[in-house]
């Protein structure tokens, strides 16, 4: 195994949600802005999603299940919304881990995905369609700050939805959906000890002493990312993944209410049953949307949904779910499973 490894900001949860979200915000800017610094190009399977809709393409339907709904807005405002999630994430804390602790997420992703041979990739905004699967995969990963971390990845089911998809799929030797070396992967820290917020390396100590006024948080982060829509990335990114501490947690959703553009979308129920309150930006088409458990202030899903077509680039109708995401169990764990790889140390 290379020294090589994949560091702790490039933690594999779900990253493809914030890459097609850029690229959309992208869309239409004159030149591309540098990146910020230790944000790298991501691999396919970071998390979970639940990719279900209606995709119709050069005349064939593919049909999905629509596995999350929503009700209609009821008038509240996303500042009342997360301000309230907010409140209930400093009452139902997640768990913080230590220096030495492992930050445990699990989810479950069904995922639009080409039919290539060797590493696929997902589903981007702006790209053809062509012969698809619809594959459902289980990962878990394990995060740690001074410690190696690990991913486990593993396909649970996988359907074609027409007969040329199949046959692809056959032509091409019946690749699998999670290349081998995919299935377990070990994770480096990013070094020093430090944690991500956002774009930002802290410590321990600078984590926990972080300023939580919304302003100014909102101003750090904008400092870090360059723009207001990087903001929401930042946000999302962390309450998705990184272990904060409540306190931050639920300056993040205060923090979100103030970012432009952000926006109440309703309410609805991920695949476990749990009601959630969803809100997002809508942008070039592409709607982001962030599912949140109003009792706990947990996020609980996040789905990319076409709005607009058109704008997008994007030969899919309207309403066509790209991404939908459910996690299951967020969770401080004071060890790897038995088994698990390790580094392998060079000459």
Not at 72 to 100: M, T, Y
Not at 136 to 163: E, H, M, N, Y
Not at 227 to 235: D, L, N, P, Q
Request: glycine share 8%; with cysteine.
């Amino acid at each position: 195994m290379s020294d090589a490894l994949p560091s702790y900001q490039d933690l594999p949860i779900l990253r493809e949600l914030r890459d097609d979200l850029a690229a959309a915000f992208r869309a239409q800017e004159a030149a591309a802005r540098p990146r910020a610094s230790r944000r790298r190009t991501r691999r396919f399977l970071d998390g979970a999603a639940l990719a279900f809709g209606i995709v119709t393409a050069a005349g064939v339907a593919f049909v999905f299940l629509v596995g999350v709904g929503h009700r209609a807005p009821a008038g509240a405002s996303p500042q009342s919304v997360l301000n309230k999630a907010a409140s209930a994430a400093e009452r139902h804390p997640i768990p913080f881990p230590r220096d030495d602790q492992f930050s445990y997420l699990h989810a479950v992703a069904t995922i639009f995905l080409p039919i290539v041979r060797g590493a696929t990739t997902p589903f981007r905004i702006g790209q053809r369609p062509s012969p698809e699967a619809l594959v459902t995969i289980d990962a878990r990963t394990w995060g740690c700050a001074t410690r190696d971390g690990l991913q486990l990845q593993r396909v649970l089911s996988f359907s074609f939805p027409t007969p040329a998809a199949r046959q692809r799929w056959e032509r091409l030797g019946r690749p699998s959906f999670v290349p081998p070396d995919m299935r377990r992967t070990v994770l480096s820290p990013i070094g020093g000890g430090k944690y991500l917020l956002g774009n930002i390396e802290l410590t321990r100590r600078q984590l926990l002493s972080f300023p939580t006024q919304p302003r100014v948080l909102y101003a750090r982060l904008y400092a870090a990312g360059g723009s207001a829509k990087e903001v929401f990335t930042e946000i999302t990114d962390t309450l998705r993944g990184y272990p904060v501490p409540a306190r931050l947690q639920a300056a993040l959703y205060r923090t979100l209410a103030i970012v432009p553009g952000v926006r109440y979308l309703g309410t609805a129920v991920e695949r476990g049953g749990r009601a959630g309150t969803v809100v997002g930006v809508i942008q070039q088409g592409v709607a982001h949307e962030l599912v949140i458990d109003p009792r706990t202030g947990e996020m609980i899903g996040e789905r990319i949904v076409l709005v607009d077509a058109t704008a997008a680039a994007v030969g899919l109708p309207n309403g066509t779910v790209t991404s939908d995401t459910t996690y299951l169990q967020r969770a401080v764990a004071n060890s790897l499973p038995i088994g698990a790889p390790r580094r392998v140390k060079g000459p």
